[in-house]
Nanobody, 123 residues
Framework: QVQLVESGGGSVQAGESLRLSCAAS????????MGWFRQGTGKKREGVAR???????NYDNSVKGRFTISRDNTKNTIYLQMDSLKPEDTEIYYC?????????????????WGAGVQVTSSS
């Protein structure tokens, strides 16, 4: 089992930045694909960014150039640096993980999830 705990959400003005963190604990000895997803009220959960065990990265087109995912393997933690936030980025952000050397973009593939943090960007 892997436990995920997110932190760093909050409310900012449009154009400002936030940094999310996701700390993994438990059975973290295996290769883990880890990623960030988001979900707004009445909307489907969608992928934001994923980082492979080997360090490869994928971004959703809506956040390319504005968001940066990174990983600190010594701390079993991933980060999401969110710059130039827009009002449409206002959603709950979730950290997810799966024991695999691969990553996928669709939420059902991931076994482990954090509780989520609210990110609000106001115009």
């Amino acid at each position: 089992q892997v436990q995920l705990v997110e932190s760093g959400g909050g409310s900012v003005q449009a154009g400002e930045s936030l940094r999310l963190s996701c700390a993994a604990s438990g059975n973290t000895g295996r290769a883990l694909c880890m990623g960030w997803f988001r979900q707004g009220t009445g909307k489907k959960r969608e992928g934001v960014a994923r980082i492979y065990p080997n360090g490869d990265i994928n971004y959703d087109n809506s956040v390319k150039g504005r968001f940066t995912i990174s990983r600190d393997n010594t701390k079993n933690t991933i980060y999401l640096q969110m710059d130039s936030l827009k009002p449409e980025d206002t959603e709950i952000y979730y950290c997810a993980a799966e024991e695999s050397v691969r990553c996928a973009s669709y939420p059902p593939w991931y076994k482990y999830w954090g509780a989520g943090v609210q990110v609000t960007s106001s115009s």
